[in-house]
């Protein structure tokens, strides 16, 4: 006989590979975080759901090579980075032609508004984030996982696969960096919101 | 702020990713010996493999046809070639390819069920756990060929594909359901399930488990066995 009880919590990403289960356990945990992380950096509905999709087909790819290094999110939310920064390097026809997963194929009409009402509200990220392309790759990159994602220092690490105290060295030297500069944005609500986050969580 | 998510969206999107696990759970399985090794290779043993994974193509789908029944509207399961029969304990679909897709999230209406099952051509025999019924005794090895399982936290229950060609003639599947701990109603579901090799299985007081208090949340049939649509 086979006993059967639910999972008691969401799964590590080395399981979800291996159970149905707890790949659904962990989609559900971590959907929200993927879709806020994509709709902070790209404005169209059906990139965004590309891109989410992306993300996921990704993560079940590299899940078997998992090290347990931080927490799940971190790990994930790193996956979502170099997803997103492939994006910006490659025009929209070649993603087609790579992709797993076709989000958008997945969308109807009432998804994409809704979609669009949630990038809509991440817009003042979004402008912060046009904000620090003036910054360094590394620096930009702590930067954005800390004051646009809300990561702490160590998840930022983390998700960069780099050192805490080399994560809080570039943060240091972005801080530095961006009070230097003019604010690209014209958005004033987003200049207010840039000077508040910038220090980390511990 | 309230954040709108893209509900379809996001359990499409699943049901799509869920496809994409198969191959590799079939890796996973290949990696554990101590339960591969259990017991003789009998040639259903052997396709076990084979059968797992078309169990978990099956499941993937059972997500979609459980959607359908449970959470989205008739023509969608329409969509899915699927015909439903619902309660809101259970479901039973019966799939092109002959699987029969089973889900239950509650402990109600353990007789429906079963009628259901057998209606659909699946030897069964459902019962709710109870101080005098705490096992259906040894399992056979067919319980691997013939079922698998995965419990869904969207559904809050459980999805079972039964092959029903997996049971050789004379064997039964036995379900018995209960809420853990002590069958009261916000327990966690519990599933304990096999296939038997009797056509007539006895259920028993379970000697290995502690006894369990007159079930509250298993009453009564409350529920009619006849398709009623579910709401949740």
Known sequence: ?202 | MTRPIPEGFKHRLLLELAEQIPEQAGGHLAARPAVLSSGPRSPMWRRRPFLAGAGAVAAAGVIAGALAAGAASPPMAKAHGQTPFTTAAWTVTTKPDGSVVVTIRDTRDPAGLQAKLRAAEVPAVVRVASPSCGTFGGATQETYSALTETYSQYLKGWLFVVHPDGIQPGHTLTILIQRYPNGQPGGQLEVTSGVVATSHPQCRPDPGQPALPAPTATAPSDVPSSAVPSSS
């Open chain 1, 1 to 202: 006989m086979r006993r059967r009880r639910p999972p008691d919590s969401v799964p590590g990403p080395r399981a979800i590979t291996a159970d149905r289960a707890a790949f659904e356990a962990f989609y559900l945990a971590h959907f929200d975080e993927v879709l806020g992380f994509v709709a902070r950096r790209v404005a169209d509905a059906h990139t965004a759901a590309d891109l989410t999709a992306e993300v996921f087909a990704t993560a079940l790819d590299a899940a078997p090579s998992y090290r347990g290094e931080g927490t799940a999110g971190a790990w994930l939310t790193g996956i979502a980075r170099h997803v997103v920064a492939a994006e910006y390097r490659r025009a929209s026809r070649d993603r087609a032609a790579v992709q797993r997963v076709n989000g958008r194929r997945l969308l109807d009409a009432d998804d994409i508004s809704r979609l669009e009402e949630r990038i809509d509200a991440e817009r003042e990220a979004r402008a912060l984030c046009r904000q620090m392309q003036q910054l360094p790759e590394s620096q930009r990159a702590v930067l954005e996982l800390i004051v646009i994602d809300g990561l702490s220092l160590p998840e930022s690490a983390a998700a960069l696969g780099v050192a805490p105290v080399t994560a809080r060295v570039r943060l240091h030297r972005a801080r530095r960096a961006l009070r230097q500069f003019p604010p690209a944005s014209q958005d004033s609500r987003s200049t207010r919101t840039a000077a508040a986050p910038l220090e980390a969580r511990p």
